[in-house]
């Protein structure tokens, strides 16, 4: 029953945020589509529920040449406005407004024992790891060994706050962490 309530609020509030911001997502596509000299839209494989692989849709902020964030895809970046898209992948099912943000593969599908239960959560457009990792491009940024304290320090806390979302997840704890990356 708790999945069903979840799903119906997924559909609900992705239908409203793409209704009332389409014009939005459209000229910033327009926007970006000039800025990155490209389709302005972004497409990737990343894991989803049970590990089942799927496309998740954002607009392009990287000029496909030189593979560096633009100007304009640096501001969509910082306030997140790349990833509206991402709320067609709500209504898809492919993923949720509140779950473990959907990682590449090489992270989430290779999780072993307890850990591999947030493999049975839908990803989602946020979750209380990625409010506090909301610059994470940054702190990897200031780091010797990006990678390195990316797999010893970055992830291993996310599956720790992943399953700590597992295991206590509600609607009541949704509408808070929406809440919260709102006014983050």
Excluded at 72 to 82: H, Q, S
């Amino acid at each position: 029953m708790k999945s069903i309530v979840k799903r119906v609020f997924d559909i609900i509030v992705s239908s409203i945020v793409l209704i009332l911001f389409l014009p939005f997502i459209v000229i910033s596509w327009i926007i970006l589509m000039i800025d990155t000299q490209s389709s302005g839209v972004f497409f990737q494989k990343r894991v989803g529920q049970y590990g089942k692989l799927f496309i998740i849709y954002k607009l392009k902020t990287m000029h496909p040449k030189t593979e560096a964030v633009s100007k304009v895809g640096a501001f969509f970046r910082k306030y997140k406005l790349d990833e509206l898209p991402q709320f067609l992948n709500v209504l898809k099912g492919e993923m949720s407004i509140v779950g473990p943000r959907p990682d590449i593969e090489g992270y989430y599908d290779k999780l072993e024992g307890e850990a591999r239960k947030i493999l049975e959560l839908k990803p989602g457009i946020t979750s209380e790891a990625s409010i506090k990792y909301y610059n994470e491009e940054d702190i990897l940024e200031k780091q010797e060994n990006a990678l390195h304290y990316n797999d010893t320090v970055i992830f291993p806390d996310k599956v720790k706050m992943n399953l700590d979302y597992y295991y206590n997840q509600n609607l009541l704890s949704d509408i808070k962490i929406i809440i919260k990356t709102i006014f983050r």
